[in-house]
């Protein structure tokens, strides 16, 4: 087992260094707990950055979900809470309602917050909870041995479907993204992935907008990440990319669901263009 306990300690600059690269402030140095190749430990860098780009540390509260990402609070260097199975939207409420001024975020797998907590997010999410929420999406259950998920793709093997996801029996993965992009709560909603720099950039970016529309109170935004699980794929690291690619992507399309920001704008450009 690795230690999770053992820390890297934070660059210091030589008088005639300088420093280009570095361990995010709001991550501890703790080593990773997860797989060689699994995107968590990309998705936790990019949180961290946006919290220290935000400069917001110091007031973060972090709720961790059941999972692999049960440790999280091992790794961010915020303060965390941990919920039980599906309830972190439920648990981060709380946590922002009784804290107004703290940047209170829940992190999710799908089994996690697709599955048992489906009632908590919709409803976080039709509040229009002032919070934001980073959603793995990796198509199954990693922590438990792979287990069948609600985001499983038809056809998918898991552990639990073993002839592949039978859409006759199993009905169709849900896409959470398009689902709460209907309702009228929520201020973000977008679909990312971590599969190549460029989707990366991209996906650091929808983090930080989902950071930054909490700070400046527009209500809920959830950031849905595609993601790997190689060892319960049963791929290597860079298949489990390629598989990524081929199958979650064609089924979860990566885009902006909703952006009341976008909107604004776009209301707004109309409004000239009449009065032109
Ligand atoms: C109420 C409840 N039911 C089931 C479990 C067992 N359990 C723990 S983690 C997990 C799967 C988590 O999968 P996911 O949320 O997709 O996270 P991943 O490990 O894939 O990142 C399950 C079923 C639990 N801890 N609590
Ligand atoms: S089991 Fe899957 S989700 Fe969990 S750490 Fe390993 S690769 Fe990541
Ligand atoms: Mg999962």
Redesign the pocket.
Same mark, same amino acid.
């Given at each position: 087992m690795s230690d999770t306990t053992k820390t890297v300690a934070q660059v210091e600059a030589a008088p005639n260094e300088k420093i280009v690269f570095e361990r995010p402030r709001s991550l501890t140095g703790a080593n990773f707990s997860? !797989?060689p190749g !699994?995107t968590?430990g990309i998705v936790h860098r990019l949180v961290a950055e946006s919290i220290d780009e935000l400069g917001v540390q110091d007031k973060t509260i972090g709720v961790a979900p059941v999972g !692999?990402s049960v440790t999280a609070y091992d790794f961010f260097d915020v303060d965390m809470a941990q919920a039980a199975h599906g309830r972190a939207p439920a648990v981060a409420t709380g946590i922002k309602r009784t804290h107004p001024d703290a940047v209170v975020f829940a992190y999710q797998g799908d089994g996690d917050l697709a599955s048992i907590g489906t009632a908590e997010t919709v409803h976080a999410a039709t509040r229009g909870e002032n919070i934001t929420v980073i959603f793995i999406n990796?198509a199954i259950y990693?922590?438990t041995g792979g287990q069948m998920a609600p985001t499983s793709l038809p056809g998918q093997i898991t552990q639990t479907s073993p002839y592949g996801r039978d859409t006759k029996t199993e009905g169709f993965p849900l896409r959470v993204s398009e689902m709460l992009a209907t309702l009228d709560g929520p201020a973000l909603v977008q679909r990312v992935s971590v599969d190549s720099p460029k989707n990366i950039r991209t996906a650091k970016a929808a983090i930080k907008k989902a950071f930054s529309n909490q700070i400046e109170g527009k209500g809920y935004s959830i950031i849905e990440v595609i993601s790997t !699980?190689?060892?319960?794929w049963g791929l290597s690291p860079e298949a489990a990319l390629d598989w990524l690619r081929e199958n979650m992507l064609p089924y979860y399309p990566l885009g902006v669901f909703k952006d009341i920001d976008a909107e604004a704008q776009k209301d707004e450009a109309q409004k000239e263009a009449n009065h032109e």
């Open positions: 997860y !797989c !699994c968590h !692999c990796n990693g922590m !699980c190689p060892t319960n």
